[in-house]
């Protein structure tokens, strides 16, 4: 039996102290990327399921949650992602074949997760998409965003995992009907049994070599001299290392990890994929990578590259600055005669910046508990009106309180 | 610090065994059985002691960087973790078996108990036959005797439990040996780490 108030699985409320730190985070997010020239767009919370699938990787297909909308009989979806949405934004309304473009969102996005998976189905997303631009010089643009902007966020110790989708596209593509097989094994790091599956391969020497090897071939920046020696993916590792050449220019600091088997988003990234990793989460903070083939789905053929950022993740490290969602002053008149009065002061001190509330009709016992609540804070004070000339301040920290003719007085003398 | 989670009981000692051949130092881990976190600072590694199943969960929200499980279990559950090592202890099968003389090919609907339910569904969805599944969490040898189920999906290593209840093994489904799985964001963050865990058991591992 369902409790009536409970909420289904996969979602949440949020209340003031995490919501206001996830407003926090996303603002703080959403400034940097404005200072990097992106430029923020908003897409709808659902759409026609049709052109919102075009779009997505195989990971999400099955994960969309629809419904039939009750006034046309078709069936729409809520998106499990939004850069399929920012794609069809693109080709339908932003055309520009001059200039890159530079977009980015934030917004919740919803999948369908497994009942007892423990995994969230309301996802708070903020990430950005460059658009138009196909070169080492794009992607390491938006890794280094993804860095800096983690990095203005107060998060420390960030690892960058970064591979080419080309290298197994290309490679998987020659290794016939085991392929199924040989992707479970390399998404295990199952050396034994991708060797196991390629000798029922047919695909040539060359290629079965190859991936063969590829598992071992993770870790720091000698990874990449030791995987040019595979003639058949030498193209993307040198591509890889451009990208990582740029990413240098940044001086970020960050680890940099290489793992060439990473076959997430295998067929929705085209390029350069990347996560970045914290020591401290068991999931990575930002996933993303280039997609040069989904805004021809959407009939505009253009190179892109972008990323996400799990907010939530982020959560956890924020410390709470308690002092900024601070209330400063409670405005408590004596008598309802006073109420104009009351508001007056409370409007003039929330004009000079003060969070005020404005407490008009309180019993004695509230009125106590007021005054008792957030002894703790630095910034605390009751003012209670008590004639239109008298404002009594009791300070909640000390306990003391003092009287003052008028406000300018009140803030000169009393806190 | 590389943590690992691994279970009590036989695959315990095994891998315990292999750790100390590996040349770790964690000898302690086989003697004190109550315990349920080991530490051993010099050697950079700590153990958490949990049930097999809850393995690839610790694994995959990171509350251990590692896990040693039988292949039976992550058969049995979908998770996002890499098992870049078979350790080859723990060794046996996840077989179908039953009375003698039962023909369950011959049978379009069965009743099976098992503790693996998706594993035993999967098997004979495949098969084309149609099985009704009764999920238990112990001594499932005695369901077939008592006519809970025609037939049980189970564990055997020697045979010898299902002999002694009277049961025949019919197929293997999946062989099975303990893996050394691995949380997705340690591998990349402790990679030097992890790299080396993985090739000293591999050096002493049975070949």
């Known amino acids: 039996m369902v409790d009536r108030l409970s909420l289904p699985q996969g979602v949440k409320d949020y209340i003031p102290e995490k919501a206001e730190e996830l407003r926090r985070i996303e603002e703080g997010l959403l400034e940097e990327f404005s200072r990097w020239g992106y430029r923020k767009v908003i897409t709808p919370l659902f759409e026609f399921l049709d052109p919102l699938t075009i779009g997505l990787g195989d990971e999400l297909k099955n994960k969309v949650m629809k419904f039939v909308d009750p006034s046309t009989g078709e069936i729409v979806a809520l998106r499990p992602d939004i850069t399929p949405q920012v794609a069809r934004?693109?080709?339908?309304?932003?055309?520009?074949?001059?200039?890159?473009?530079?977009?980015?969102?934030?917004?919740?996005?919803?999948?369908?997760?497994?009942?007892?998976?423990?995994?969230?189905?309301?996802?708070?997303?903020?990430?950005?998409?460059?658009?138009?631009?196909?070169?080492?010089?794009?992607?390491?643009?938006?890794i280094a965003l993804g860095i800096k902007s983690l990095g203005k966020s107060g998060i420390k110790k960030l690892v960058l995992d970064i591979g080419h989708t080309g290298i197994l596209r290309n490679l998987l593509a020659k290794t016939g009907d085991v392929r199924e097989q040989i992707e479970d094994a390399i998404k295990k790091k199952d050396q034994e049994a991708l060797e196991k599956a390629l000798r029922k391969s047919k695909a040539p020497k060359n290629?079965?070599?190859?991936?063969?090897?590829?598992?071992?071939?993770y870790g720091g920046r000698d990874v990449l001299e030791e995987a040019k020696k595979i003639v058949s993916i030498r193209k993307y590792i040198k591509e890889l290392e451009n990208v990582l050449n740029v990413v240098d220019d940044y001086q970020l600091d960050c680890q940099v990890n290489i793992d060439l088997t990473e076959l997430r988003g295998f067929n929705y990234y085209t390029g350069v994929t990347f996560e970045i990793l914290?020591?401290?989460?068991?999931?990575?903070?930002?996933?993303?990578?280039?997609?040069?083939?989904?805004?021809?789905?959407y009939g505009h053929d253009a190179p892109a590259t972008g990323f996400a950022v799990d907010v939530e993740s982020l959560l956890d490290f924020s410390k709470s600055n308690l002092e900024n969602n601070q209330i400063h002053f409670v405005v408590i008149p004596k008598r309802p005669s006073l109420r104009r009065e009351a508001i007056h002061l409370t409007e003039w001190l929330r004009s000079s910046g003060f969070k005020v509330i404005l407490d008009l009709n309180l019993t004695p016992k509230q009125k106590e508990l007021r005054i008792k609540e957030n002894r703790t804070s630095n910034f605390y004070g009751v003012i209670l009106l008590e004639t239109p000339r008298k404002l009594k301040l009791i300070e909640s920290r000390r306990g003391s309180s003092k009287e003052f003719s008028n406000l300018e007085e009140l803030l000169k003398g009393g806190i | 610090m590389i943590t690992i989670a691994i279970a009590r009981g036989r695959l315990l000692e095994e891998a315990g065994d292999l750790l100390i051949k590996a040349g770790y130092k964690v000898n302690s881990i086989l003697k004190d059985s109550r315990k349920l976190i080991f530490?051993?600072?010099?050697?950079?590694?700590?153990?958490?002691?949990?049930?097999p199943t809850d393995i690839p969960a610790y694994v995959e929200y990171g509350a251990a960087d590692c896990g040693i499980v039988g292949k039976d279990t992550l058969l049995e559950e979908k998770n996002g973790l890499y098992e870049p090592l078979d350790l080859r202890i723990g060794q046996c099968k996840l077989v179908v078996a039953g009375p003698k003389g039962f023909d369950f090919t011959a049978n379009r609907s069965l009743r099976v108990a098992t503790k693996y339910p998706k594993t035993t569904y999967e098997h004979f969805t495949r098969l084309g036959v149609g099985a009704e599944i009764v999920k238990l969490y112990g001594s499932v040898e005695l369901a077939p005797l008592v006519g809970l189920s025609d037939i049980i999906v189970d564990l055997s290593a020697s045979g010898e439990t299902l002999k002694k209840n009277n049961l025949v093994e019919y197929e293997?489904?999946?062989?099975?040996?303990?893996?050394?799985?691995?949380?997705?964001?340690?591998?990349?963050?402790k990679a030097e780490e992890i790299k080396e865990l993985i090739e000293r058991l591999k050096k002493v591992r049975k070949k």
């Open chain 2, 172 to 189: 293997t489904i999946a062989d099975v040996t303990a893996r050394l799985v691995v949380n997705r964001v340690s591998m990349k963050v």
């Open chain 1, 278 to 297: 914290s020591h401290s989460l068991p999931s990575p903070l930002i996933k993303g990578g280039r997609y040069d083939e989904l805004m021809g789905k």
């Open chain 2, 39 to 51: 530490e051993f600072p010099d050697e950079n590694l700590k153990f958490l002691i949990i049930r």
């Open chain 1, 89 to 142: 934004i693109v080709s339908t309304q932003l055309i520009d074949p001059t200039s890159p473009l530079r977009l980015c969102y934030n917004g919740r996005v919803v999948r369908f997760e497994e009942k007892g998976s423990g995994k969230e189905r309301e996802i708070f997303q903020v990430g950005c998409e460059l658009v138009g631009l196909n070169s080492a010089e794009a992607d390491a643009e938006i």
């Open chain 1, 207 to 217: 290629v079965k070599d190859a991936i063969k090897r590829l598992p071992m071939l």
